[in-house]
C-alpha cells in the first residue's frame, strides 16, 4: 500500500462534534496572578450574518510577559496553574467569551517589547486554512510602540483593539468581521 498526501480541506461541517472536549475558557487558570478580564465577541461574515460554527484559539503570556511554552526560555515568573492557550467555540448567534487575564509585555522581534496582546487563531468551516490576528487591550500606552501593530495601516488598528463593554472595565467587547466594512486585520504566516 502507497500513501500519499491528500489535499487540504475546509473545517466541518460538524465542526462542534469533535472538540467539544477541547473546549477551554479559562485561558488563565484559578491560580494565575493579574487582573481578571472577560473577552466576549462575536464572528461574522462579509454580510454581517453570525458564524455559528466557528472556533477561536487563544495564546497569551502571563502577566509577568511570560508563555507556558518551553520555547520560552525568559526567566521571568510562570505561576502553577497558568496554561496560556484556550480555545472557545461559537454559539448559534456567533458569540464567544473567554475569561484570562491581561498578559505582560513580551519581547519583540529584533529587541524592545511588544504591548500586551492575545494571539488568536480563528477556524472554522469553508476555511482552508485558519486565521490569525490579535487583541490588543484599550487604553493601553504601549500600544502606540508594538511594533506589530504599527505595520496595520492606522485606520485599521481599531480591528485589533478590543473595546471596553459597558460599566464594567473587566469585560471587553472584540468582534471578527470575516471581510467587508470593517473587516478584522488578520496576519500572513
Excluded at 26 to 52: Q, S, T, W
Excluded at 106 to 111: K, L, Q, R, W
Excluded at 131 to 151: C, G, K, M
Aim: charged share 25%.
Amino acid at each position: 500500500m502507497k500513501l500519499s498526501a491528500t489535499p487540504n480541506q475546509t473545517f466541518g461541517p460538524y465542526f462542534h462534534i469533535g472538540l467539544k472536549h477541547l473546549i477551554r475558557s479559562d485561558i488563565a487558570g484559578p491560580l494565575a496572578k493579574g487582573e481578571r478580564v472577560a473577552i466576549e465577541g462575536r464572528v461574522l461574515d462579509g454580510d454581517g450574518k453570525p458564524v455559528n460554527d466557528a472556533a477561536i484559539e487563544i495564546w497569551q503570556a502571563n502577566m509577568h510577559g511570560k508563555y507556558a511554552h518551553p520555547d520560552d526560555t525568559q526567566t521571568k515568573p510562570l505561576e502553577p496553574g497558568f496554561r496560556g492557550f484556550g480555545r472557545v467555540a461559537t454559539d448559534e448567534e456567533g458569540r464567544f467569551r473567554f475569561v484570562t487575564i491581561r498578559p505582560g509585555r513580551v519581547p519583540a522581534p529584533g529587541g524592545g517589547l511588544q504591548a500586551p496582546h492575545l494571539a488568536v487563531i480563528v477556524g472554522m468551516r469553508g476555511l482552508l486554512k485558519h486565521l490569525v490576528t490579535r487583541i490588543y487591550f484599550p487604553d493601553e500606552q504601549s500600544n502606540a510602540e508594538d511594533p506589530i501593530l504599527q505595520l496595520v495601516p492606522a485606520e485599521r488598528r481599531g480591528t485589533l483593539i478590543a473595546k471596553k463593554a459597558g460599566a464594567d472595565a473587566r469585560t471587553l467587547e472584540w468582534n471578527v468581521i470575516l471581510q467587508g466594512k470593517d473587516e478584522t486585520v488578520f496576519f500572513d504566516y
